[in-house]
């Protein structure tokens, strides 16, 4: 627990070309502590728990990758209208 | 005779279910079901987040800049520490000591009301500044081109509605929260019967994990402060 705190203070002196990969790393580093600890999900008996976040998580991995297949390849195929 | 912790399970226990322990796992599972929908809701903004910086990266740094650095940090380090009460109250739950329950959550609600005020002062210097987007807006923006000029307002418009929505469920978890102490104080919670705790305790941590990731996405971009 106090290595949150820790990561919280390191998040704000670690910053170069690569802050933005640094600063989620942590977010999700801080994030993985708060659900196995604080959330009990480590010790959670019930396992459907799990399956129950990781369909969230796994839905909105879709959300993210197929809005950046359309995003992030406009104009790559030469389409009509460009 | 029943002893008192069997009468008080019993009167906790729903007839639906078979024991306290599937009473238990029902209504923890319940609130990962909910959350995972919260997960949802934000992830769509996320997502827009992601678009929009990925088709205009310099409005966003431009917007990033007019980040109170500090008092986004100020308001991690405040979160964090609200979930750690949190945390220490629903295991002082599981023990059944209600009075520590009770001070850990009034703690953790003027916590709550702190990152709120915090919050407010942002909003305040935000206004001055003139980034709210549409009819108030009067930022300078001579330093960005083309159509970053227009986009950092969009960077406005997604920050106010991710940190609004967010500071909205910061206050539900508040009231949640003051609830759950009141009863507490009236001595409600057994090492038997203390779900509610762990279930507002959950969307507690929720409310931190989102500010997690919504802290370097709006305050960390800008390169000012390496």
Not at chain 2, 26 to 44: A, N
Request: include cysteine; proline fraction near 2%; hydrophobic fraction near 55%.
């Amino acid at each position: 627990m106090a290595l949150m705190v820790l990561t919280a203070f390191l998040s704000t002196i670690n910053l170069g070309d690569w802050s933005t990969v640094v600063a989620l790393a942590i977010a999700a580093a801080k994030a993985l502590l708060v659900l196995l600890f604080f959330m009990h999900l480590r010790y959670e008996s019930y396992k459907i728990t799990a399956v129950v976040l990781f369909a969230g998580i796994f839905w909105m991995s879709i959300l993210f990758v197929l809005s950046l297949t359309d995003y992030l390849t406009r104009g790559v195929t030469g389409a009509p209208g460009h | 005779m029943p002893s008192s912790t069997e009468v008080v399970a019993q009167h906790s226990l729903q007839h639906h279910f078979a024991n306290m322990e599937q009473q238990r796992e029902s209504s923890t599972l319940g609130m990962w079901l909910f959350l995972v929908t919260e997960i949802m809701f934000f992830g769509g903004l996320f997502a827009s987040y992601l678009v929009y910086r990925l088709l205009h990266p310099g409005a966003f740094e431009f917007g990033s800049e007019h980040m109170e650095f500090w008092l986004g940090t100020i308001n991690t380090v405040i979160l964090l520490c609200s979930s750690l009460t949190v945390a220490l109250s629903v295991h002082a739950a599981q023990l059944g000591r209600n009075k520590i329950v009770a001070i850990l959550l009034i703690i953790t609600v003027l916590m709550g009301l702190g990152f709120l005020c915090i919050k407010g002062v942002e909003y305040h210097n935000h206004w001055v500044e003139g980034s709210f987007p549409g009819h108030w807006w009067h930022m300078d923006t001579s330093t960005l081109r083309g159509d970053d000029v227009s986009a950092a307002q969009l960077f406005f418009f997604i920050y106010f509605v991710m940190t609004g929505l967010h500071a909205l469920h910061v206050f539900i978890g508040m009231v949640l929260l003051s609830f759950i102490a009141y009863f507490a104080l009236k001595g409600h919670y057994t090492a038997e019967y203390h779900n509610p705790v762990h279930v507002s305790g959950l969307y507690w941590h929720f409310v931190d994990l989102v500010w997690i990731f919504l802290y370097p996405l709006l305050y960390l971009i800008a390169h000012k402060h390496a």
